[in-house]
């Protein structure tokens, strides 16, 4: 079975660091792109970030100002996102999604239950 | 940076009506334009891929078309089950970005 499983999310202090990370299995991990996707509580989705396969082509949200850094080790089969500076509007859940194929820009298929990470002090 | 408006916000609707959902781009995003369903607790779900493929296993009633900046998803008869949020969502090469509309509700009328 396909499956992304997140986890690393919890009360955080705005300032401070967080990394949550993703587990993927039931497919063969290196082979596609792989993308961040957040959802503050009763709103809607928002991209943070992406990464292909061979972490050649890595992308950010604008809004995010460079505070936040993604990461995969494909022989643990593993996506990181290490978040820095929290602030209380990072509230949300945090996605684990899978591209459709191996370009960067396809379609997200196959998606995590999130995890939610809470910044407040 | 593209931005993508979805209309309407919300769209009321009775079981066994067509729905037409619209999604606007604020420049040609070609056809690099999919459609997700969400429903309340649970993550999304792709429907439509490069603006008018069924991904595995949808309903042959979910139907997309478009291309440019237009695109439109169509429930040609909703079924009980597809009272939900529908994001559209594009995807660019260079800079590497991806863009979710802000999502059209479907309610039961």
């Known amino acids: 079975e396909v499956q992304l499983v997140e986890s690393g999310g919890g009360l955080v202090q705005p300032g401070r660091s967080l990394r949550v990370s993703c587990a993927a299995s039931?497919?063969?991990?290196?082979?596609?792109?792989m993308h961040w996707v957040r959802q503050a509580p009763g709103k809607g989705l928002e991209w943070v970030s992406g990464?292909?396969?061979?972490?050649?082509?890595?992308g950010y949200a604008d809004s995010l100002k460079g505070r936040f850094t993604i990461s995969r080790d494909n022989a643990k089969n593993s996506l990181y996102l290490q978040m820095n500076s929290l602030r209380t509007e990072d509230t949300a859940l945090y996605y684990c999604?899978?591209?459709?194929?191996?370009?960067?820009?396809?379609?997200?298929?196959?998606w995590g239950q999130g995890t939610m990470v809470t910044v407040s002090s | 940076e593209i931005a993508l408006t979805q209309s309407p916000a919300t769209l009321s609707l009775s079981p066994g009506e067509r729905a037409t959902l619209s999604c606007r781009a604020s420049?040609?995003?070609?056809?690099?334009l999919a459609w997700y369903q969400q429903k309340p607790g649970q993550p999304p779900r792709l429907l439509i891929y490069d603006a008018s493929n069924r991904a595995t296993g949808i309903p042959a009633r979910f139907s997309g078309s478009g291309s440019g900046a237009d695109f439109t998803l169509t429930i040609s008869s909703l079924e009980p089950e597809d009272f939900a949020v529908y994001y559209c969502q594009q995807r660019s090469n260079w800079p590497p970005r991806v863009t979710f509309g802000g999502g059209t509700k479907v309610e039961i009328k």
């Open positions: 990464i292909s396969w061979n972490s050649g082509t890595i």
């Open positions: 999604a899978k591209a459709l194929g191996s370009s960067w820009y396809d379609a997200f298929d196959i």
């Open positions: 039931g497919f063969t991990f290196d082979d596609y792109a």
């Open positions: 420049q040609s995003v070609s056809n690099y």
